[in-house]
């Protein structure tokens, strides 16, 4: 029987457990990349180690996220990383390079390898044929140490595109039509592999554009074949021997399929507040745009930006709309003012902003009070852009820069004639911003800034919780809800005790202070709790002020795992009608002494006078794991 690509990339990493879907397996890990948000932690984690030297075969520490600096604390994180990088073995890519997943896939990424990265967009690096997947920051530092990562065996979805994109309709509309049919839970314990004639015709950072934004279906990853397009996007980066075939085989099987044709799609959005709230551009109107932002780890390739260039030269920017353009790579942008084009876009009235993440992590350019804004990002949860009532509607390129000259939302197929932007034979390759570690590591001083703070560790799970229900929540809270982000919070990522403050602080500004009067307690929450980001602070905070449980009728993969890694018990309820039986604040308590040999247990509502019961699917490791309090002190114990 043939195998998908999914299946062979798995079978020649794979170290413990069979590729039947949902049973736990373990496969080694050739890269990692980690962003400066989540690093600090992943390297304070590696450190405690005490691994001298990364046992991969690459790992690399990239700063794009928390760029801003208005006090010392990134400064100085980005002093920390860039030291704890050449004292053991990681490259460290400098402020001002670019995006992790934009710079790893025109300088790292290698077809058929597994790339694990602190950042829940690392799919992107399936684009080039990867088995690229996001994870909390304590298993990038496992994996930099040389050990296994697991995860549950996914189920394999083939997405069979055919036809051609029509002009103006791009590869942010193929992943927006996918998320309209999946939904951000669709994904959920599954890899998304694409196949079919239309792969051809997409470019690699086309795919990578949809492999990016399979995150925000809930999959493990997505991946695309490696093929003669991936082998010139290589060679035009300088790296033809990087490249290998990767392809399924004619008999492969998969446990469901899509089919996408991509001659029928249409210019699309995703309205506010979630990504899967798509509808075609025509379908919404002329909105008026306040705001438009190009850039991302999405959207902000060569080829997109010359696109937008293109739209641009000779026009100017709507009056009623400001329009801001961040390049996803110093490569990009560089070659952008190198051929023009760039200039193009200046007078045109854009405002450049730093090659990094910038608004998408609401680092500045927050949006006018109940402004829409069209950007050409991947994530428009609530509240991310800085503004709580701003409307953020997510666009391709095309989109967002037809919509920036008219100050409406606008399908770009109204602007003529179809700037056709052709692939560059050869991209400009120049790795001075890529620094690599160093000859002589003992010769490294490791320097830590006042804002880098020890990481709290937790205690042993005693044999019963119990406490209030903090918080009482719907479906689909993202980590964004649970640990904001923005220019405010970000610079305190380092700093457990101060970032702890804002936990839940969009929804509830009292969370904190009641958790810590607790002294323990519960979440709950409804299905897909902790969609988005990898951010292991959404689990490590919480954990710090005393949470014990998060009860919910489903979670996210990266967050279910981030919970087990630092101790906190991820349960969901027998039947989900229980969670209409309590109310916030009733104390509840969980006798959990017998969680190793029984997957359900019984909540007693101290308050209410009834009992439910909830269920763990916890393998005999992650037991283990919670009952030791978090995956780092079951390594000490492990270790002896
Ligand atoms: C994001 O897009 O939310 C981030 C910021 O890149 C996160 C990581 C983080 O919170 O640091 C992610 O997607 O994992
Ligand atoms: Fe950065 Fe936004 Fe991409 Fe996250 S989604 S890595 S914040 S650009």
């Known amino acids: 029987m043939g195998q998908n690509i999914v299946q062979k990339i798995i079978g020649s990493h794979i170290l413990s457990g069979n590729m039947v879907p949902n049973e736990e397996i373990s496969v080694k890990i050739d890269q990692t990349l980690t962003q400066d948000a989540t690093g600090t932690m992943a390297y304070l984690q590696f450190e405690a180690m005490g691994v001298p030297q990364v046992k991969t075969r690459l790992s690399v520490s990239y700063v794009d996220h928390n760029t801003l600096q208005t006090g010392f604390e990134n400064a100085d994180d980005h002093r920390f990383l860039q030291s704890v990088a050449a004292k053991h073995g990681i490259y460290f890519s400098r402020p001002g390079n670019g995006i992790c997943h934009q710079v790893h896939l025109e300088r790292f990424g290698v077809p058929g390898m597994t790339l694990l990265g ?16 996001g ?144 509808a075609k551009v025509t379908e919404i109107g002329r909105i008026p745009v306040c705001q438009v932002v190009i850039g991302s780890c999405t959207n902000s390739s060569y080829t997109d930006l010359m696109r937008v260039a293109g739209i641009l030269k000779g026009k100017k920017v709507h009056p009623s709309t400001s329009l801001s353009i961040a390049p996803g790579s110093r490569q990009v942008f560089e070659m952008l003012a190198r051929n023009g084009a760039m200039a193009d876009i200046i007078s045109a009235g854009a405002r450049i902003l730093e090659t990094a993440c910038g608004p998408c992590i609401g680092m500045g350019q927050s949006p006018s009070s109940g402004a829409v804004t069209v950007r050409t990002f991947n994530r428009n949860f609530e509240g991310r852009s800085g503004t709580a009532d701003a409307k953020v509607y997510l666009a391709s390129p095309e989109v967002a820069a037809a919509s920036a000259l008219t100050g409406v939302l606008t399908d770009p197929r109204e602007l003529g004639e179809y700037i056709d932007v052709q692939m560059p034979d050869k991209f400009l390759t120049d790795d001075s911003m890529i620094i690599p570690p160093a000859e002589d590591p003992s010769l490294v001083e490791v320097l830590r800034g006042p804002n880098i703070k020890s990481l709290p560790v937790n205690r042993q799970l005693p044999a019963k919780i119990s406490g209030p229900a903090l918080l009482k929540l719907g479906d689909n809270i993202t980590t964004d809800h649970i640990m904001p982000a923005g220019a405010k919070i970000l610079p305190l990522r380092s700093n457990i005790p101060a970032i702890s403050q804002y936990v839940f602080s969009g929804i509830d500004l009292s969370f904190p202070d009641r958790a810590r009067e607790a002294g323990e307690g519960f979440v709950i929450g409804g299905h897909n709790y902790g969609q988005g980001s990898s951010r292991e602070h959404a689990a490590l905070a919480p954990m710090y002020l005393g949470i014990k449980a998060v009860i919910t009728k489903s979670f996210a993969r990266i967050h279910k795992a981030n919970l087990v890694n630092f101790g906190i018990l991820p349960l969901t309820f027998v039947d989900e009608t229980d969670y209409d039986t309590f109310n916030e604040e009733n104390t509840l308590e969980i006798d959990v002494s017998s969680i190793d040999t029984m997957n359900e247990l019984v909540v007693k509502n101290v308050t209410g006078g009834n009992e439910f019961r909830v269920r763990h699917d916890l393998t005999p490791r992650q037991m283990e794991i919670i009952k030791a309090g978090g995956l780092l002190n079951y390594t000490k114990q492990q270790a002896g």
């Open 118 to 133: 602190s950042d829940s967009h690392t799919p992107t690096g399936g684009g080039l044929g990867m088995l690229a997947m």
């Open 135 to 278: 994870a909390g920051g304590l298993d990038v530092a496992v994996a930099m140490g040389g050990g296994p990562f697991y995860l549950n065996m996914p189920k394999v979805v083939n997405v069979r595109l055919t036809g051609r994109l029509k002009p103006w309709v791009s590869a942010k509309d193929v992943i927006l039509e996918l998320l309209r049919i999946m939904t951000v839970k669709g994904g959920v314990g599954k890899i998304i592999e694409y196949s079919g004639e239309g792969v051809t015709t997409l470019s690699v950072p086309e795919r990578a554009t949809i492999t990016n934004m399979g995150a925000e279906l809930g999959a493990t990853t997505s991946v695309f074949p490696s093929d003669e397009v991936t082998l010139a996007f290589l060679k035009a980066q300088d790296r033809a021997n990087d490249w290998s075939e990767i392809k399924a085989d004619d008999d492969a099987s998969y446990d469901e399929i899509i089919e996408i044709d991509l001659a029928e799609l249409e210019p699309m959005v995703a309205q506010p507040h979630s990504p899967d709230n798509a």
